[in-house]
């Protein structure tokens, strides 16, 4: 059974930093494309970054270029969203997904096996 699991969230202040980790089970990340997204109250799930098989990185919200990295832990089998300089715009629920395909997609559609998410919450 393949299930992604999302953690690190919390509450922080403008200007701070949140490492997310999504841990996968069932399903190698290795192999395939990881997107991040997030979803703010009464706004549709958007695409944040991606990572291909290769390692290559897609950004897909012009907003955190600069601010947001993503990279992978192949031996834990999990990959992660670093954030730092964070803005209360981007107070959210983050999900991780797989496209089941070594590349990456701009499509929200295109993605699977969706955790469960974790807030992050900008707030002074």
């Known amino acids: 059974q393949v299930q992604f699991v999302e953690s690190g969230g919390g509450l922080v202040q403008p200007g701070g930093s949140l490492t997310l980790s999504c841990a996968a089970s069932?399903?190698?990340?290795?192999?395939?494309?990881i997107g991040w997204f997030r979803q703010s109250p009464g706004k549709e799930r958007e695409g944040v970054l991606c990572?291909?098989?290769?390692?290559?990185?897609?950004y897909y919200a012009d907003s955190v270029k600069g601010r947001f990295t993503i990279s992978r832990d192949n031996a834990k089998n999990t990959v992660y969203l670093q954030m730092n300089s964070l803005k209360p715009e981007d107070t959210a629920v983050y999900y991780c997904?797989?496209?089941?395909?070594?590349?990456?997609?701009?499509?929200?559609?295109?993605?699977?096996?969706w955790g469960q998410g974790t807030q992050v919450t900008v707030s002074s």
């Open positions: 990572i291909s098989s290769t390692d290559g990185s897609t």
């Open positions: 997904a797989t496209t089941r395909r070594g590349y990456c997609s701009a499509v929200t559609r295109s993605y699977d096996y």
């Open positions: 069932g399903f190698t990340v290795h192999y395939y494309a």
